[in-house]
């Protein structure tokens, strides 16, 4: 293309220079030139103006740049005030007019917004907060502890009557909810009312001491003032309840003595022990005290540095069983539990083999073999008066086992999460059991699919007992001891003091059917005591 004599490019005279930008020139001076660029601006002067070297431009130039400059500048100063304002607090209250009229409903409107959604978020906070305190409430009532000053269920939800209408509403949306509250509530209701007419009396009465190690479970024979302890320490004995004398110790056993039952009828004794064996013994006591010896007796001097239980009598020692259950068919780990079957002519006996057998006392052979648990068997016991079993298990289930008809039928009870420490027959055909999850269950016979009441405690629950008025005894790892009934209402605790009470795990406890006595209940543990308490329950209902 053609160049001018200042050397620049000459611009074609077509239509194409419509399409170019105009570009304005003036006169150089020092090697520095002035552009101003009429197309495309943003200032006020519809142009941005740059100088460059210092130079004075054209007037063209001038004109460009000065107003470019100064509409840079404004527009810089409004960015930077637009950015100071956005970055800002949306809660900080804004002056009208700061951005203009453009600007300012809008602010505005965005500060209303944030203003009902700062109040949304503080009332749903305060029903939250409500809400929450109701829950505990619901949540605590119920547990095995004490009640304190907690609102009763059915006043709970009185409080706040706007939150009331909304919790309300909420609930009303769905409707197993609300069953499960009104369920709740009832429950509670019982346990409160329970708690408020609190008539049981109870007190230490007599210990049983002698044992060389923990004591794992108690029992107790109807018709006589006896009571039989099985011990760790290789031995079961059997004492007089109102002397608190050990008349008989049974020493036949090489393991660790872990049951005792007595016979329905005869005076004899069913153990199980850690030596993999049941065995029956003799039971034969001699009522009488032995004379005591005269002090100026060098051999009382004697037994009196030996201890005080020796200084006081002299135990009778059984060595031989008269029978036991044992060889090929049977158990080949700790039996864990052994009882009597009703009639007394066929024994049931749990191991830690993971199975349970039943055996014929007049034989001594196994008839049935139980199988079916996952895990070593923890507890047996048998019905009072009808040919059932059942064996619980550390797999979390017990079985009920029928013997009334020539092929035995099992149903499998599912309920707890860990193992089932202990099973009970009541005398209304109901099973109780105990775990190691802090529950205790009732059931009844014929529905195994869910349990008809529900107990939550605060520890592990060894081997229970249930009286015959409907009263559950609960020993307890804590060294508790709690009574409840068979609606899961609580009826007392027993007391516990650094005088009174266990000093560690209570292992069993049994009831006593004998009104003469001065103790009705009795409870083992693993300090190596065994205690009667005398408690004086409420009449049942009828």
């Known amino acids: 293309m053609a160049l001018d004599l200042l050397g620049r490019q000459k611009m074609p005279l077509d239509g194409a220079s419509s399409k170019q930008p105009a570009v304005a020139t003036s006169s150089v001076s020092g090697g520095a030139t002035g552009v101003s660029t009429a197309a495309g601006g943003s200032g006020p002067a519809g142009g941005v103006g740059v100088g460059v070297g210092g130079s004075t431009p054209g007037p063209g130039v001038a004109g460009a740049a000065a107003g470019g400059v100064s509409g840079a500048s404004v527009m810089g100063k409004q960015l930077t005030a637009k950015r100071s304002l956005k970055l800002g607090s949306l809660a900080e209250d ?185 065995q029956i013994w003799q039971a034969a006591v001699n009522w009488e005290v032995p004379a005591r010896k005269g002090h100026s007796s060098e051999e009382e001097l004697e037994e009196e540095e030996e201890g005080p239980y020796e200084e006081k009598e002299r135990i009778d020692v059984l060595r031989t069983p008269l029978c036991e259950f044992s060889g090929p068919g049977g158990h080949t780990a700790v039996v864990v539990a052994a009882d009597w079957l009703p009639g007394g002519d066929q024994v049931i006996t749990a191991s830690w083999d993971r199975t349970a057998i039943l055996w014929d006392v007049e034989t001594r052979e196994p008839l049935h073999p139980l199988c079916g648990h996952d895990h070593e068997l923890t507890h047996a016991s048998a019905h009072p008066s009808q040919r059932l079993v059942v064996t619980a298990s550390r797999d979390s289930t017990f079985r009920l086992w029928d ?92 007391p516990r003091t650094s005088r009174q009470g266990h000093r560690r795990m209570v292992s069993a406890v049994a009831w006593t059917e004998d009104i003469s006595s001065n103790c009705n209940l009795f409870s083992s543990g693993f300090d190596r005591r065994v205690l009667g308490w005398g408690v004086c329950l409420p009449p049942k209902d009828n």
């Open 403 to 494: 013997f009334r008809d020539p092929i035995p039928a099992v149903s499998v009870f599912q309920g707890h999460t860990e193992n089932v420490t202990s099973t009970v027959f009541t005398r209304d055909d109901k099973v109780v059991s105990g775990s190691d999850d802090r529950s205790v269950k009732v059931w009844e016979l014929r529905n195994m699919r869910s349990a008809l009441t529900t107990i939550r405690t605060d520890s592990a629950v060894n081997r229970l007992a249930v009286s015959a008025s409907g009263v559950i005894a609960i020993p307890h790892d804590n060294r508790h001891i709690r009574l409840f009934d068979l609606n899961g209402q609580r009826i007392a605790r027993l």
């Open 94 to 278: 804004i002056m009208p007019g700061a951005l203009g009229g453009g600007e300012e409903p809008f602010r505005a409107r965005l500060h209303h917004l944030f203003s009902q959604i700062e109040k949304e978020f503080e009332l749903l906070h305060v029903e939250n907060m409500s809400l929450r305190e109701k829950l505990e409430a619901v949540a605590g009532t119920p547990r095995d502890s004490t009640v304190g000053e907690r609102l009763p269920l059915q006043d709970a939800f009185e409080v706040d009557g706007s939150v009331n209408k909304s919790f309300k509403s909420k609930l009303g949306s769905a409707g197993s909810k609300v069953k499960a509250g009104h369920k709740l509530r009832a429950q509670t209701s019982r346990i409160v009312s329970s708690f408020k007419a609190q008539s049981v009396v109870s007190s230490l009465v007599r210990e049983f001491c002698g044992h060389k190690d923990g004591v794992w479970q108690v029992s107790t024979k109807a018709g006589q003032p006896i009571i039989g302890t099985a011990s760790a320490d290789h031995s079961a004995c059997i004492w007089g309840i109102d002397t608190g004398r050990c008349l008989l110790q049974y020493q036949g056993h090489s393991g660790s003595v872990n049951s005792i039952k007595f016979h329905p009828t005869r005076d004899i004794v069913l153990t199980g022990s850690g030596d993999a064996t049941a």
